[in-house]
């Protein structure tokens, strides 16, 4: 290898790691902070549960264990990706309990939702500001957007929110 081809290779790996490493700094950092706290919080737990019977137990000990709860207050990051595969790629995709199925039936009503509500909004915006002669009301944009506000908090009130009376 030449001089030149060390030197076009070496910037190549810098400007990678100027790209990429501000990046991964953080990602690591966070990492740590997560396991720190995932073992700091789960500790008390551990503590009484398991090693209040074992004396001479190590800080490796508390580590490990709490790291491998199965329901901890805080769960560590491997915890999360596991369980986040496993309901991804362990459920039929026709079950409730795959991600995916929730995820496209929550994003489709979203979806639908969105397209409804611009719909109506862009409709009743249009006839609440439309001229008179042409079948509107002639209000200006700041007298319709309060209609509109006014319509929505409305609506709010009269259909509010109730929770399931049966559990899924």
Request: charged share 15%; with cysteine; aromatic share 10%.
């Amino acid at each position: 290898m030449t001089l030149a081809g060390a030197r076009t290779e070496r910037g190549t790996v810098s400007a990678v790691w100027f790209r990429v490493g501000p990046v991964l700094t953080v990602l690591a950092i966070v990492l740590i902070v997560w396991y720190g706290a995932a073992i700091w919080l789960n500790a008390a737990q551990v503590i009484e549960r398991v090693l209040s019977d074992r004396p001479g137990w190590a800080f490796i000990d508390l580590a490990r264990l709490t790291l491998s709860m199965d329901r901890p207050v805080l769960p560590a990051p491997h915890q999360i990706a596991l369980d986040l595969f496993d309901s991804v790629f362990g459920w039929p995709l026709d079950s409730p309990r795959n991600l995916l199925f929730h995820a496209a039936v929550t994003s489709s009503a979203t979806l639908l939702g969105f397209v409804m509500g611009t719909a109506l909004g862009a409709v009743l915006g249009d006839f609440l500001d439309k001229p008179v002669s042409a079948g509107g009301l002639a209000l200006s944009r700041y007298s319709a957007s309060a209609v509109l506000l006014a319509l929505i908090v409305t609506c709010i009130f009269a259909f509010p929110q109730r929770a399931a009376r049966k559990g899924h």
